[in-house]
């Protein structure tokens, strides 16, 4: 594959987004120079559709912060310290780094300084395809040949591997999610040999990250289009057990992938992450901090069992106590499992829509119960019967069960009468 040195606006539409013309025309009022880089400038060249803008510019970060306001643009001082920040037109943002180059880092923060010198903008970056960058007139410069390695599919570090992984040991997991993320069918993505003997030798370091970091890292491999290749790489070199050690099962996520896809089903990190492990949901989700939505989730995959024979009563039962989504992902679990699918199931639960209960405590005070513990039995004794006839006698049915049920018992409802 041959990259232009060219992106022709009338092929690529996002380029002329009025956000991005306002904010090259306003840097270049200033005297100062944008282009963008990274991720939008990969996805372009690869022929995917571009999300996220992000820009490097020439001017300092207090002087660009200051013409963007001037111009009323809207500014969020994310990183300012670093470079960074966020100008936001018509409701996109659109992140900003000043040119710079690392002076001193630990391996998680880097001391810096800026510059306007491209190429040790370039030269401070992490892959070499993230160092491609792109001017308002459509040219790309590739100052790290990052160009052949999207060619060829390949995850090349920038200069001396070992040297990357010190500045931040967070690349090694960038590595690995990009080796999934740019990966096609019939086109594996291959990772540089000097770059994976480095990730290996840098793999002790990865526990010095934060949890949050790791796990960004993490959701975003998961939801790559094939990651179970790439996790089964990182579990060969030791590395996977370093940040996941409860993730054993690819085959189950491989087969997880397919259903997917069969089903029309978006990819969804927590989902993906459960097919992988058999055992110590909560731990996990507390190690990586996860959100309480996240929390809850990874955890219900890890507890909800679906009956050894599945029909659409027993289906209809499950939805009713767990939720669409839940029983979907549960359902998709024990496909990943071996399980016979059944493709009647599916229309049901993507159109599920939970039943009410026609009985509320009000019907049964109106039959002259008292409020108390026996008329809450009653009311779930009344659900109950309902639930077994699959959620489908009315109101009125439901209220001649409550008569029924204690005429039976020997007693009529007034028994329970208000004195």
Excluded at 211 to 237: G, N
Aim: glycine letters at 8%; charged letters at 30%; a negative charge.
């Amino acid at each position: 594959m041959l990259f232009p040195t060219h992106l022709d606006p009338e092929l690529h539409s996002w380029l002329k987004t009025p956000g991005l013309r306002t904010l090259w025309a306003t840097v270049r009022a200033a005297g100062g120079e944008a282009r963008v880089v990274g991720g939008a400038v990969r996805d372009a060249l690869m022929g995917r559709p571009v999300g996220d803008i992000d820009l490097a510019c020439t001017l300092p970060p207090d002087i660009l912060s200051d013409v963007l306001k001037a111009a009323g643009i809207k500014v969020v001082p994310t990183g300012i310290d670093h470079g960074t920040l966020i100008a936001v037109i018509d409701g996109t943002g659109y992140e900003i780094t000043t040119l710079r180059r690392d002076m001193e880092t630990d391996g998680r923060h880097a001391t810096v300084r800026f510059t306007d010198d491209w190429q040790a903008d370039a030269a401070r970056r992490d892959f070499t395809f993230n160092a491609i960058y792109l001017d308002e007139s459509g040219r790309l410069y590739d100052l790290a040949d990052g160009a052949t390695d999207c060619a060829a599919r390949r995850v090349r570090f920038i200069g001396d591997a070992d040297e990357r992984l010190r500045e931040d040991v967070l690349r090694l997991l960038r590595f690995f999610r990009f080796l999934a993320q740019m990966a096609e069918p019939g086109h594996p993505c291959l990772p540089d040999p000097e770059g994976l003997a480095a990730c290996q030798r840098a793999k002790e370091r990865l526990g010095t990250l934060s949890a949050e970091r790791v796990w960004k890292e993490l959701s975003r491999l998961l939801i790559a289009p094939d990651p179970a290749p790439v996790l089964e790489l990182m579990a060969r070199e030791g590395i996977l057990p370093e940040v996941l050690p409860e993730a054993v099962h690819f085959d189950r996520l491989a087969r997880l992938i397919v259903l997917e896809a069969t089903h029309q089903i978006i990819p969804e990190p927590v989902r993906r992450l459960a097919t992988l492990m058999t055992q110590g949901h909560e731990m996990l989700a507390r190690r990586l901090h996860f959100s309480t939505a996240q929390r809850q989730g990874l955890v219900a995959l890890g507890k909800i069992k679906l009956p050894e024979i599945l029909d659409e009563k027993e289906i209809r039962q499950v939805l009713y106590d767990e939720g669409r989504e839940a029983v979907r992902d549960a359902l998709l679990l024990r496909l990943a499992d071996g399980a016979e699918d059944q493709p009647t199931f599916w229309p049901l639960i993507k159109g599920w829509k939970k039943p009410v209960f026609p009985v509320r405590g009000q019907d049964l005070l109106a039959l002259d119960f008292t409020p108390g513990p026996a008329m809450g039995e009653t009311l779930h004794a009344i659900e109950s019967w309902w639930r077994a006839q699959d959620f489908k006698p009315g109101r009125d049915a439901c209220i001649a069960q409550v008569k029924e049920r204690h005429s039976s018992r020997g007693n009529s409802c007034t028994s329970e009468s208000r004195e």
